[in-house]
C-alpha cells in the first residue's frame, strides 16, 4: 500500500509540474549560404506571427563556416525574434570557425544553454568537432557544466539539445547518455542531418529536425513542437503556409534507467591488455578539452587547453607547475626558445611567458584570432592568424621583425620551414612560401577549388629532396617545387584517399601518410610521380584525425581520431604496439625517446607512455 500511495504521489507531482505549450525548433541554418540568411529572415518573421509559442530552441550549424560576421548576421536576424531563443552550435560553426570557437561564445554569450518552462527543463551543450576534423565531440568543460546544471531541479524532467545524433558519430556519445540518464531524461533534440527523422538512443526518443534551408524548394521550413498531456507533437511549418499535419508523436515519461539492464555498446580498451609492456606512468586530466599539442624544455611540458589557460607540467610526475590564463581557446601548440614560452591564443594575442614561472614577458595584439602553431629559427617566431596577416616576432624582444599582410583564409596549422622560406596553407584555398628574412612572397599556389573546405590548412608541410608535400581534404597530394611552386605532381588514388596526416620519415626519403580508410603508406619523396614505395601491415577503421604523423627511433607513430596511438617499425612496417588513451582525437604528439612519448587527446587526457622490455 505505502509503495502504491508513493507511486500515485509522484504521478500527481509530475502532471503538476507539466503544462501544455509550444515552441519551434529550428536547426542547421547555415547563414553564410547561398539563402541561410533569407531563410532564416523568412522563418524569424513567421514565428513572430504565431502567439502560441514559447521559445525558440535552434540545435547548432548556425552559420556556414563560423566566420565572425556570418555570426554577427545569425544574431542580428535571431535577435528580432520577439520570444526567447536558444542556441547551440554545430560543426560547422566549430570546425571551420576562424575565431577557434571563441566568436561563438562572444556572439551568443555561451555555447550551452539551461532553461526551464512548463515543468520541464531544457539542457545544451555544444557539440564540435573543434578545429580538427574527426568525429563530433561535446567539449570536456561542456560536460563538466552539465554536471552542475542537472543538479538543479532535479524533480523536473529533462529534454536534452545537442546539434548531433547521440551515437558514434560523436566520440564521446556514451558520456553525455550517461549522464541524461541519471536525471529523468524524457526527450532528445538534434539536427545535423536536415531531415525530419525520428530516433531511439539507447531508449531515450530523439528526434531530428529539418533543415531550415530551402534546399531545391521555394520556401525552408522547421517544426513547431506541442508539449500537452505528456505528449511531444511534431509539426513541420513552411513559412506562410499551413503547419503540416503532426508527422511525429512521442510519449513523455520516465523510462526509469536506472533499472535498464540492458548492455549498450562502448568504446573497447581490450587493445591495452593485448600489449601490456606499455606503461602510462602518469596521466592528468584537464576539466576543459585541449586542442594543441605539448612543447618540452628544462623537463616541463607546455600545452594550452579550451579555457584558454596555458600550462606547464613537470615531465616526470605530470604535477603542475604553473599555469597562465588567456580569455579565448587556445589551439595553438605553444613553442619554445631558451626561457621562453610564444603561445598564441583565440583572444588575438600572440604571448611571450617565461618558461620558469607562467609570468608574461610581452604580448602582442593582433586583429583577429590566432590559431596557428608558431615555430621559431634563430630567436625568431614565425606564426599566422586569423586576421590574414603573417608574422616574424623577435622572441627577446617581442617586437615584431616583419609582417606579411593580405592572406587569404585563416591559419589553423604549423608552418614549416625550408630553404631559408617559410612554407604554410590557408582555409582560402591557397599555400604560400615567403622569404624568412624579410617575409616577401617567394611563391603561392592555389588548389583551384570553390569549396573552401578542401583547402590545405589542417596539414603540416614537409620538405625533402627541394619539394614541398601536402595532402588536403580534396584526397590529392601534391608535391611543388620549394624554390617556383609549380606542380611536380598532384595524384588523386582511389586506393589511397589521403586526407591530412602526414609526416616525413627520419631519413628524408619518404612522406608517410595515413588513408581515410585506416591505411599506412610511404610516397617517395624523389619520384616523378606519386610512387608508393612503402606500406605498413597496420589497417585502422575509417581515419580522419589530421595529426601529423611522426617517426625518432626508427618508431612511426601514428595518431588517430579515437585515442588509439600505434608504434610502427620503420624498417619493414610491421606493428610494434597500440594503446588506447580515450576515445577522442589525439593532438600532436611529443615523442621522448624509443623508450617514452607524451600525448594528449581532445578530451583532456595528457599521459607519459613507458615501453617495458
Known amino acids: ?157 529533462l529534454i536534452y539539445v545537442n546539434h548531433y545524433p547521440q551515437d558514434s558519430s560523436l566520440n564521446n556519445w556514451y558520456e553525455a547518455i550517461d549522464r541524461i540518464k541519471k536525471h529523468n531524461v524524457q526527450l532528445f533534440l538534434c539536427g545535423h542531418g536536415h531531415v525530419n527523422k525520428a530516433y531511439d538512443f539507447e531508449g531515450i526518443p530523439g528526434v531530428m529536425g529539418r533543415s531550415n534551408l530551402r534546399a531545391k524548394r521555394s520556401t525552408g521550413g522547421y517544426n513547431i513542437v506541442r ?9 513541420e511549418r513552411n513559412p506562410d503556409s499551413l503547419t503540416q499535419s503532426p508527422w511525429l508523436t512521442i510519449l513523455l515519461k520516465n523510462h526509469h534507467f536506472e533499472r535498464d539492464i540492458d548492455v549498450y555498446p562502448r568504446p573497447s580498451y581490450a587493445v591495452n591488455e593485448k600489449f601490456k609492456q606499455i606503461q602510462e606512468v602518469w596521466g592528468f586530466q584537464d576539466r576543459s578539452d585541449i586542442g594543441s599539442g605539448l612543447a618540452l624544455a628544462k623537463k616541463k611540458l607546455i600545452t594550452g587547453n579550451t579555457s584558454g589557460e596555458i600550462y606547464a607540467l613537470d615531465v616526470n610526475s605530470g604535477k603542475k607547475l604553473w599555469s597562465f590564463q588567456t580569455q579565448g581557446k587556445i589551439y595553438a601548440t605553444p613553442t619554445i626558445w631558451k626561457d621562453m614560452v610564444i603561445a598564441a591564443s583565440s583572444d588575438s594575442y600572440i604571448y611571450g611567458i617565461d618558461l620558469r614561472n607562467g609570468v608574461q614577458k610581452w604580448k602582442i595584439k593582433t586583429g583577429k584570432a590566432v590559431l596557428g602553431s608558431p615555430v621559431v629559427h634563430k630567436g625568431i617566431a614565425y606564426i599566422g592568424g586569423s586576421d590574414g596577416t603573417f608574422r616574424a616576432i623577435n622572441i627577446r624582444s617581442g617586437k615584431i621583425k616583419w609582417s606579411f599582410e593580405g592572406l587569404k583564409g585563416y591559419i589553423s596549422a604549423k608552418p614549416l620551414i625550408y630553404q631559408n622560406k617559410i612554407y604554410f596553407g590557408t582555409w582560402g584555398n591557397e599555400f604560400y612560401a615567403l622569404d624568412l628574412k624579410t617575409g616577401k612572397t617567394c611563391w603561392h599556389w592555389s588548389n583551384g577549388a570553390s569549396n573552401r573546405m578542401l583547402s590545405p590548412a589542417a596539414c603540416y608541410p614537409v620538405g625533402a629532396n627541394n619539394r614541398i608535400f601536402i595532402v588536403a581534404p580534396d584526397r590529392y597530394m601534391t608535391a611543388l617545387d620549394a624554390a617556383k ?81 600505434t608504434a610502427i617499425k620503420r624498417q619493414d612496417g610491421k606493428l610494434i604496439w597500440q594503446h588506447k588513451i580515450s576515445n577522442c582525437l589525439i593532438n600532436p604528439l611529443l615523442p621522448l625517446d624509443k623508450k617514452h612519448i607524451v600525448v594528449s587527446t581532445m578530451d583532456g587526457k595528457i599521459v607519459k607512455l613507458s615501453v617495458r622490455r
Not at 525558440?56 to 520570444?83: C, P, R, W
Open 1 to 157: 500500500m505505502k509503495k502504491i500511495l508513493i507511486l500515485l504521489l509522484l504521478l500527481f507531482v509530475e502532471k503538476t509540474y507539466a503544462q501544455d505549450f509550444h515552441f519551434a525548433h529550428v536547426t542547421d541554418t547555415h547563414v553564410g549560404s547561398e539563402t541561410g540568411a533569407e531563410d532564416l529572415r523568412k522563418t524569424v518573421a513567421d514565428i513572430n506571427k504565431n502567439k502560441d509559442l514559447k521559445f525558440v530552441i535552434v540545435s547548432g550549424d548556425i552559420t556556414e563556416f563560423g566566420a565572425d560576421h556570418e555570426l554577427k548576421l545569425a544574431k542580428q536576424i535571431l535577435d528580432s525574434i520577439d520570444i526567447p531563443y536558444y542556441v547551440v552550435p554545430g560543426n560547422h560553426d566549430a570546425n571551420w570557425s576562424e575565431s577557434g570557437g571563441n566568436s561563438f561564445r562572444q556572439v551568443f554569450g555561451s555555447e550551452t544553454f539551461y532553461f526551464t518552462h512548463g515543468g520541464y527543463r531544457f539542457a545544451g551543450t555544444n557539440s564540435g568537432p573543434n578545429m580538427r576534423m574527426g568525429p563530433g565531440q561535446i567539449p570536456r568543460e561542456n560536460l563538466v557544466w552539465l554536471d552542475s546544471v542537472l543538479k538543479l531541479n532535479d524533480d523536473l524532467p
Open 227 to 235: 508539449i500537452s498531456s505528456g505528449k511531444a507533437i511534431y509539426q
Open 485 to 565: 611552386g609549380t606542380v611536380i605532381w598532384r595524384k588523386k588514388m582511389d586506393n589511397y584517399r589521403v586526407r591530412e596526416s602526414i609526416g616525413l620519415s627520419a631519413d628524408r626519403s619518404m612522406v608517410y601518410a595515413k588513408t581515410m580508410d585506416g591505411q599506412l603508406i610511404g610516397v617517395s619523396t624523389k619520384a616523378n610521380d606519386m610512387r608508393i614505395v612503402w606500406q605498413s601491415s597496420l589497417q585502422l577503421p575509417y581515419e580522419l584525425a589530421p595529426t601529423a604523423i611522426e617517426e625518432s627511433s626508427n618508431i612511426v607513430w601514428v595518431p588517430s581520431n579515437s585515442g588509439l596511438l
